[in-house]
């Protein structure tokens, strides 16, 4: 066992982790991709890559378990690690079945299904928005009464602020539950709570939280998703009192969420009275580059450790992370009316990062100084509106 090499499984609905890829080749392990049929084309990182594996539809069951076990026929499978945040409870059946260490179908429910996140985070005293399920309409129609509106109506399993609908009064949700019929109880819903939204990006080890970088979003994710405009985030100072409050949050979050090991990117809302509240949580890397920017602020890559951690574990080894700086980093992105937007004109030599994505504009700034980054990023932000911004609709779901 010692010396054959660990033999990690990803499963990549869409393009995703390519850094994890590479980190996990070039620290010895044998490297399987399995991805959907209409993603072979995409830039995985070949060399990195010992078996490229194709199917349909990697959610379908029973197919996926007949596929795998299948697969581990001929080969030890020793580390099962989804890509991306669709195929957490895909990856997480496969664990069950083959018996496999990691998150299991109960613990990967606490970072796919927000109604999941929730009742978990509630029960731990962990303050969330007032929420309801949309399973009895008594208490639906109970929780309206208690709890003033405006409501968001969330899908407990979509990400990008994808298919929430903000609602005003019982009428519009009512209405809401009629369209969606059979699909309701798929959904939950819960106060919205207006303020600032932070994300803490965190590497956990045996059950410890041994890393975890504080950031604030210049304007909710939402509005910008619904409305347009440039996402915007940044590093927080770590002994300011915002980040002292949600990695304090982050760190019992974790805790009851039972997270041995992993990456995980959470999310939280400060309300205008200065009330913090866990918003969402994941059991992955950030997405929309957020892994640059917390590279550019702390040397570290998320993606990277994740691996290094995974083979540390298959190897029943210890792992440590040390960041190698703690600057300032912030970063934008947002959609672009040209195909491969020129960002030549931003020269300041604080851009480490620029983001190569067909009509996406993006740019990660780092420095020491904290103020330098505000700064830039504020100019930037009018910068970017007027050279590059485009507006789409939004989506309800992933498109497939
Ligand atoms: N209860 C809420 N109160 C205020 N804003 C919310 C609430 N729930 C969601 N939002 C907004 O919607 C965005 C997406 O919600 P989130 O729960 O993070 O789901 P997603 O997985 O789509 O990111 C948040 O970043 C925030 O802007
Ligand atoms: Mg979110």
């Known amino acids: 066992?010692?010396?054959?090499?660990?033999?990690?499984?990803?499963?990549?609905?869409?393009?995703?982790?390519?850094?994890?890829?590479?980190?996990?080749?070039?620290?010895?392990?044998h490297v399987i991709l399995l991805t959907r049929e209409k993603n072979a084309d995409e830039p995985w990182p070949r060399e990195s890559i010992d078996d490229l594996l194709l199917m349909p539809d990697l959610h379908k069951r029973p197919d996926i378990l007949y596929a795998?076990?299948?697969?581990?026929?001929?080969?030890?499978?020793?580390?099962?690690?989804?890509?991306?945040?669709?195929?957490?409870?895909?990856?997480?059946?496969?664990?069950?079945?083959?018996?496999?260490?990691?998150?299991?179908?109960?613990?990967?429910?606490?970072?796919?299904?927000?109604?999941?996140?929730?009742?978990?985070?509630?029960?731990?005293?962990?303050?969330?928005?007032?929420?309801?399920?949309?399973?009895?309409?008594?208490?639906?129609?109970?929780?309206?009464?208690?709890?003033?509106?405006?409501?968001?109506?969330?899908?407990?399993?979509?990400?990008?602020?994808?298919?929430?609908?903000?609602?005003?009064d019982s009428e519009a949700l009512w209405r809401k539950l009629d369209e969606l019929g059979d699909a309701q109880s798929f959904f939950h819903l819960e106060q919205f709570i207006p303020g600032e939204i932070y994300h803490v990006d965190s590497l956990v080890y045996e059950g410890n939280v041994l890393f975890?970088?504080?950031?604030?979003?210049?304007?909710?994710?939402?509005?910008?998703?619904?409305?347009?405009?440039?996402?915007?985030?940044r590093t927080l100072p770590h002994d300011g009192d915002e980040a002292r409050a949600i990695l304090d949050l982050n760190e019992r979050l974790l805790g009851a969420f039972a997270l041995d090991h992993g990456a995980?990117?959470?999310?939280?809302?400060?309300?205008?009275?200065?009330?913090?509240?866990?918003?969402?949580?994941?059991?992955?890397?950030?997405?929309?580059?957020?892994?640059?920017?917390?590279?550019?602020?702390?040397?570290?890559?998320?993606?990277?450790?994740?691996?290094?951690?995974?083979?540390?574990?298959?190897?029943?080894?210890?792992y440590e992370v040390h960041p190698s700086r703690h600057e300032y980093a912030g970063i934008l992105v947002c959609l672009a009316r040209q195909e491969w937007p020129d960002m030549g004109g931003y020269t300041d030599p604080e851009v480490v990062y620029r983001v190569h994505k067909k009509h996406h504009a993006g740019l990660v700034v780092a420095s020491a100084d904290a103020g330098r980054i505000e700064a830039l990023l504020s100019q930037y932000v009018e910068r970017f509106a007027a050279d590059f911004l485009a507006v789409l609709p939004p989506l309800d779901k992933a498109p497939t």
């Open 212 to 233: 975890a970088q504080p950031h604030k979003y210049a304007r909710p994710p939402m509005t910008v998703a619904h409305e347009g405009g440039v996402f915007v985030s």
């Open 264 to 318: 995980t990117h959470a999310e939280f809302i400060r309300d205008h009275d200065g009330q913090y509240y866990f918003l969402e949580v994941a059991a992955r890397v950030g997405g929309a580059d957020i892994e640059r920017l917390v590279e550019a602020a702390s040397g570290l890559n998320l993606w990277g450790e994740w691996a290094r951690l995974e083979i540390a574990y298959a190897r029943g080894e210890p």
């Open 68 to 168: 795998v076990s299948y697969l581990m026929r001929g080969r030890r499978i020793d580390a099962i690690v989804p890509l991306d945040d669709y195929d957490v409870e895909t990856a997480a059946a496969l664990r069950e079945h083959l018996r496999l260490p990691g998150l299991g179908e109960t613990g990967a429910r606490y970072f796919r299904d927000k109604l999941a996140m929730r009742t978990q985070a509630a029960a731990h005293g962990i303050p969330v928005p007032p929420f309801t399920p949309v399973f009895s309409y008594d208490r639906l129609r109970a929780y309206m009464e208690r709890t003033p509106p405006p409501w968001v109506l969330k899908p407990r399993s979509e990400a990008g602020a994808m298919g929430i609908k903000k609602l005003h």
């Open 1 to 29: 066992m010692a010396d054959q090499p660990v033999t990690i499984l990803c499963l990549a609905s869409y393009y995703k982790g390519a850094s994890f890829l590479k980190a996990a080749s070039a620290l010895g392990a």
